[in-house]
């Protein structure tokens, strides 16, 4: 499966789009490789590209005012869109970093493109209102996941949404994620393990 087709079924899972509608997308979509440490955004601009991560491990980020920590709070991985969604959708500047964790591969298509779709066809237009629910469910499930879940919850939803992260990235970076510090994500896996 070349990297199209590897796209266009996952815009079928993701919004039901027939493969005619997904191929009137084709001239628009571009492959991007990206070195570890490489912005995918910065804070303060303007998000351009719905990205659909083919491999690797992105992060978005802030920094704390007070410590200068970097505290993460979004993680992408293979077979899901990379995007500063509110920045994306409204076109406004964004409130975080997105950075590359690993060695990547991205197909991404541009704003102004996908806008076009949106004209041509009512799939795309579907796909674009399921876009935007999808920024806010993960928005209100990563809030509720501090409100309601346990740390080992959170690091059990980790492994379900991103299987292969603990072989890409360092553990820093999950327990940055998971909100907890890194003797008490040691815990948890060592728990887990004995299960």
């Not at 499930?141 to 292969?164: G, M």
């Amino acid at each position: 499966m070349d990297l199209t087709e590897k796209l266009g079924y996952a815009f079928q899972q993701f919004s039901g789009m027939s493969k005619q509608d997904f191929e009137l997308s084709l001239p628009y979509w571009k492959t991007i490789d990206y070195k570890k440490g490489d912005y995918y955004n910065q804070q303060k601009s303007i998000c351009k590209y719905l990205g659909f991560v083919v491999q690797g491990v992105f992060r978005s980020y802030i920094i704390d005012a007070k410590t200068g920590e970097e505290k993460n709070i979004f993680l992408y991985s293979g077979n899901q869109f990379v995007v500063s969604f509110k920045s994306f959708i409204q076109q406004v500047p964004c409130d975080y970093h997105t950075t590359c964790l690993t060695t990547a591969t991205v197909i991404h298509i541009h704003i102004a493109d996908l806008l076009k779709l949106y004209k041509q066809s009512h799939k795309w237009e579907s796909f674009g209102r399921l876009l935007a629910q999808e920024a806010f469910n993960i928005a209100i499930e990563r809030t509720e996941s501090f409100l309601f879940l346990t740390p080992e919850e959170r690091y059990l939803n980790l492994i379900k949404h991103h299987p292969d992260i603990f072989n890409a990235v360092p553990l820093y970076h999950i327990s940055s994620y998971l909100g907890i510090q890194g003797p008490s994500l040691s815990r948890i896996r060592k728990r887990l393990s004995h299960r």
